[in-house]
């Protein structure tokens, strides 16, 4: 009895193996498609805003106005924003370089509603120094560049915290001409047509443009300072005046003088010679078939003193 009792345990045992293996199997597939339906409900629910971020495009708008030492003129800012829900900006703060020199550095104070994904265009009225753009420009021109690296940067403050931030950091690198601005210069002065109350002088204007388009100044008028003498000539042109690209132009501008304070200005001349000093004031629109110079409307003030144009002149005859 006891051989048999032996003999019959030993099935027992071996049927329990496999139940054990098939237990084990069925608990690992379960907690694989546990583990892949978690997976893809983590990714079909995961944050929708998580992998997007606003971006920005900038680009060059008109100028509006140039100074001997300034330029003013518009940016154009597209903010597009990718994410589901809308954004409101209180004011951002702003820089522009161009080949790493800081050309542009404000403030936009203005709020700023971002709908979503929606993108918005911004204008930014901006002012550049002459003395860096044009350093830097020169310097680009030397080496033969016909364009350069601009780099735009944005602190954008939110009205309220968003995803625990209350400040987004946009910035974009973008591969844009390089513009020059067209150059007015006194060359020359002659007197002409003396008369009891007024004469007329005719003034010698250098137009240069170091671009590769053309631009025209259109309907310029032109008024003269000398010394403490204001508006001493003036006069206008109606019509275009054409500068080729890479070239420049000689002009002569017929100005009318009056007599009157012509004399008292004789005075100022004979104790300051030829350090008088003189102002330009040369108003216009510029005509252009490039974005950035079409139909924009320019004042250009050009200073010097009198012994400047002999300057020019000696420049002129090498």
Known sequence: ???????????????????????????LVIAGLGWYFFKKYKSENANPVSGLKPRVEMGLGQISNITDSTIDLTLKLLVDNPLPVGLDIKDFNYFVKMNGVTIVDNRYAKPLRLEARDSTVVELPSQLKIKDLKAEGDAEAAKGQDSADYHFEGRFHLAKPFLGKDTIVLDMD???????????????????????SKSEVVLKLKFSNQNPFPVQFEDPSYVVDLGKQKRLAE????????????SSEIYEIPLAIDMGKILKATGQLIAQGKSLPFTLYFKSKL????????????????????????????????
């Open 287 to 318: 005509v252009s078939e490039n974005e950035i110079f079409k139909n924009s409307n320019v004042n250009v003030i050009v200073n010097g003193e009198l012994k400047d144009v002999e300057t020019v002149q000696k420049n002129l005859k090498k």
């Open 235 to 246: 006069g206008s042109v109606k019509g275009t005046t054409k500068i080729k690209g890479k």
């Open 174 to 196: 973008k591969r844009l001409p390089l513009y020059r601005l067209p150059k007015v210069e006194i060359v020359d002065y002659d007197m002409t047509k003396f008369r009891l």
């Open 1 to 27: 009895m006891l051989q048999l009792d032996h003999i019959k345990s030993i099935p027992m045992h071996q049927n329990r193996l496999p139940k054990i293996a098939l237990i084990l199997f069925v608990v």
